[in-house]
């Protein structure tokens, strides 16, 4: 356990050297823009107070995002890149995607205070870290110094996002691209431990193979509410606002909701991370942190590659 914790606090110090070639920095609007952070945080907390439902949403906007072109803010974008093309947001894989209005929000308030300075799109990755702390998570450092993409296709999104059905080979290739370990793409699914998930997706599954109180909770949820459609919902865990390992002993009490989170409790290359992870929660934390970097600095934009957008959206 000790190896393992020394190699991970490696991997950091080595990640952090890689995305500062990359034009990413821990002091990057230390001039330009220094209480950004404070801002985002100060902004996000009466959203978070009076709609619990958006950490989890705000979470699942940046995976939705930087999964298609990279952490590069697309998926704010109200247009395509020709006028007869719709944005990632129209695909059919972004269902249920919400709370890009928070974005907008953020960046209006750093507007006033530092005009033309900070990208959309490093806004979105702290207004996730920001979202994981406020359940309960790990408090994540991020480097900054996104920019904004003026690209936003549905058909990139309905490619490259992945079918709620995917399984442990399709996983773990998707986030080996974006430089993730076996183990760090076991930790990121642990964005699962918030939200809900529509119940048109949720895993076929028997009664008997469930525990009773989460049954109750699936047939309250789904059944009740008549045929699958994507109105009906249920909790990903049995406490679904509060980030924690709790996703990992409900996957391995046959609790998963989607067949990744059933999958991977028994596929011998992640049930032992899994199983892991259920007990020490700390190390989960520590190694989702890592996973967050890896994904948060994936095919990013920086310097003249992209550009500083006013509006989010793209219009205005």
């Not at 080595?14 to 920095?25: P, Q």
């Not at 619990?52 to 990279?70: I, K, N």
């Not at 989960?284 to 310097?303: C, P």
Request: net charge negative; glycine share 8%.
């Amino acid at each position: 356990m000790v190896q393992r914790r020394l190699l991970l606090v490696s991997l950091l110090y080595f990640l952090c050297f890689l995305v500062d070639g990359e034009g990413l920095t821990y002091d990057f609007y230390e001039k330009s823009c220094p209480h950004v952070e404070s801002l985002v945080r100060e902004t996000l907390a009466p959203i978070f107070l009076t709609d619990p439902t958006s950490p989890p949403a705000l979470l699942r906007l940046m995976f939705h995002d930087c999964q298609v072109q990279g952490c590069d803010g697309s998926i704010l974008l109200d247009f395509g890149p020709a006028a007869n093309m719709t944005s990632e947001i129209a695909s059919v894989k972004n269902f249920g995607v919400r709370r890009r209005d928070v974005i907008g929000i953020i960046k209006s308030a750093i507007e006033e205070e530092c005009p033309g300075k900070v990208s959309c799109a490093d806004i979105l990755i702290l207004a996730a870290r920001e979202a994981v702390a406020i359940t309960g998570g790990p408090q994540i450092r991020v480097p900054l110094g996104r920019r904004d993409s003026g690209v936003s296709s549905r058909n990139m999104a309905d490619a490259f996002l992945p079918q709620a059905n995917v399984g442990v080979d399709d996983m773990l290739r998707i986030f080996a691209g974006k430089g993730m370990t076996v183990e760090e793409s076991v930790a990121i699914l642990g964005a699962h431990s918030i939200g809900i998930t529509h119940c048109l997706n949720i895993r076929p599954v028997r009664a008997e193979d469930m525990g009773s109180k989460f049954q109750s909770l699936v047939k309250f949820s789904c059944l009740a509410a008549g045929p699958a459609t994507n109105l009906a919902f249920a909790g990903n865990d049995l406490t679904s606002l509060t980030f924690d390992s709790q996703y990992y002993r409900d996957t391995l009490s046959g609790r998963g909701l989607l067949r990744i989170d059933s999958d991977m409790s028994t596929d011998p290359r992640t049930a032992p991370i899994v199983a892991n992870f259920a007990v020490d929660q700390n190390y989960f934390f520590q190694v989702f942190a890592s996973a967050f970097l890896k994904l948060s600095t994936s095919g990013i934009l920086t310097g003249n590659e992209g550009r500083v957008l006013k509006y989010c959206n793209g219009i205005g």
